[in-house]
């Protein structure tokens, strides 16, 4: 017995999952590719995208292999549990169709009538099972679960009646934390919402009333580089050189990497003032916003937006590009990932008031940005201390004080 295992109450046991459950691997016909069928008579065929849309239940799968793929894969029923062994493993779902699983996930099928399935579930969900999951997984990078592992996992058992009484208890509380946590996402939903809806309103108002500009009216735009990485004298230095992933779309205040004066020198980056406005014209962040907190260097992927402060206030540039990231992404789609380009910026138009306005615009957004912001946040808090009294619950349950 493990040295971690607690003291159950009398006619509790503890028992390993290879007592209780037949545990098995999942099997992939290859070239998948050559199994794929839309024909009638082909058998659901359950990926990880197949619960994209469940918390519990597998209902139906995106695709189907043909019947001979049955002879390497392994088959699974209505009632069936399954637990994905890679990556985000632990994970249980019940099924509730037929069909196959490839290796990627391990079938659980009671021994026999002495556990009641929706016990099973969340025995399978709670902190206690899923720790030792963690603790016996193998790999570094990529941890694993195989059928020998999960096997060897420690679980209570109470008898048949106290793990159906137990999961009728669980059932009733969850359900009503369950309503809260929905309610919480509604919330947070709203207040996320807040800040879009008010910049199309901001922005529409404006354009009735003044005159809509090019930025390239009042707006330079350049962008940085990136010196030889194979050349160790221009890097290590004390330049502050930012990357377009580390746009937050706020104030950046600090940076992963440094260059020196010839790395600069040698290179197209270019030092940019505390203040100026950025944008990541390509990669995973293509869109993201930012202000430098002090003078840096950036990379080629950074547009550098240097506006005139007679005419233009750079906050009121940042929310109007906020407004617009979604029509400037779909707008600059080139392949794979957007690539948005200074000339397609440069010739933006932006309704543009007195300096004034601007400024009046920009504190009246900056105030519903705070708001909005700490709203979804003490949402988000409530929400996470609901589901901490749902882990909490469960280990209660499994300890007999439920």
């Not at 988000?380 to 882990?391: G, M, S, V, Y």
């Amino acid at each position: 017995m493990s040295e971690n295992l607690y003291t159950l109450p009398q006619s509790w046991a503890w028992k390993k999952f290879g007592d209780i459950l037949h545990v098995e691997r999942g099997g992939s016909p290859r070239p998948i590719d050559d199994y794929i069928t839309t024909a009638s008579d082909g058998i659901n065929w359950i990926k990880i995208g197949d619960t994209k849309n469940s918390t519990k239940y597998i209902y139906e799968t995106a695709e189907k292999i043909k019947p001979e793929g049955l002879k390497k894969s392994r088959l699974v029923v209505e009632g069936d549990f399954i637990l994905s062994n890679s990556m985000s493993f632990g994970k249980p779902y019940i099924m509730k169709t037929t069909g196959c699983i490839h290796d990627g996930w391990l079938l659980l099928r009671p021994k026999n009538d002495n556990l009641d399935k929706e016990f099973l579930y969340y025995v399978l969900g709670s902190a206690f099972v899923y720790e030792q999951f963690k603790n016996k997984a193998s790999g570094t990078t990529v941890k694993n679960l195989n059928s020998s592992l999960v096997k060897d996992v420690d679980i209570p058992l109470p008898p048949i009646q106290e793990q159906r009484r137990i999961v009728g208890k669980l059932d009733g509380l969850f359900a009503k934390i369950d309503k809260s946590i929905a309610l919480l996402d509604e919330s947070i939903a709203s207040a996320s919402a807040l800040m879009p809806s008010a910049l199309n309103e901001v922005f529409e108002e404006l354009g009735e009333k003044w005159e809509k500009k090019k930025l390239d009216s009042f707006v330079k735009t350049t962008s940085g580089g990136t010196p030889l990485r194979s050349t160790k004298l221009f890097w290590n230095g004390n330049i502050p050189w930012l990357k377009s992933g580390e746009l937050n779309d706020g104030l950046i205040t600090q940076v992963e990497e440094f260059i020196t004066e010839d790395g600069l020198n040698h290179s197209s980056a270019k030092i940019f003032k505390k203040g100026t406005l950025l944008m990541a014209m390509y990669g995973a962040t293509a869109g993201k916003l930012g202000f430098l907190d002090f003078d840096s260097s950036t990379n080629q992927a950074i547009c550098a937006i240097l506006n005139d402060e007679d005419v233009s206030n750079s906050k009121f540039i940042y929310y109007f590009l906020l407004k617009d990231r979604n029509k400037i992404i779909k707008d600059s789609f080139g392949g794979a990932q957007p690539n948005i380009s200074q000339n397609y910026i440069r010739a933006m138009e932006i309704p543009l008031p007195p300096l004034d306005i601007q400024t009046q615009t920009v504190a009246y957004l900056d105030a519903l940005h705070v708001k909005a912001d700490a709203l979804k946040k003490a949402q988000q808090t409530k929400k996470e201390e609901l589901l901490a009294l749902k882990a909490s619950l469960l280990e209660s349950a499994f300890k007999g004080e439920l």
